[in-house]
């Protein structure tokens, strides 16, 4: 294993970091930037008023990609698993 193998692996790695906590991140952000928004209209200033629409919007985005993390997780973790059998890791 040389120097390129494993700079593949940590690119591998990253990418798959991004792919699960993505979508999750992006959909909070969202949600978060939303209810600011509603907040600044109607000029209630309620700190506690974000975390439940949050939690929500969170929540439904992890049952709905929930399968494709997995997916993607398992696929990366078999591929680890396979580089170190051919490296003949022990």
């Not at 209630?44 to 975390?51: K, M, Q």
């Amino acid at each position: 294993m040389n120097a390129v193998d494993v700079a593949t692996i940590i690119r591998g790695g990253m990418l798959v970091v991004l792919k699960i906590g993505g979508p999750v991140l992006i959909a909070g952000l969202l949600c978060g930037l939303v209810v600011a928004l509603v907040q600044a209209i109607t000029q209630i200033n309620e700190a506690t008023l974000s975390f439940i629409p949050k939690l929500l919007v969170i929540g439904v985005v992890l049952v709905l990609l929930g399968p494709f993390m997995f997916a993607t997780l398992s696929n990366y973790t078999q591929m680890i698993f396979d580089r170190l059998v051919a490296v003949g890791g022990s």
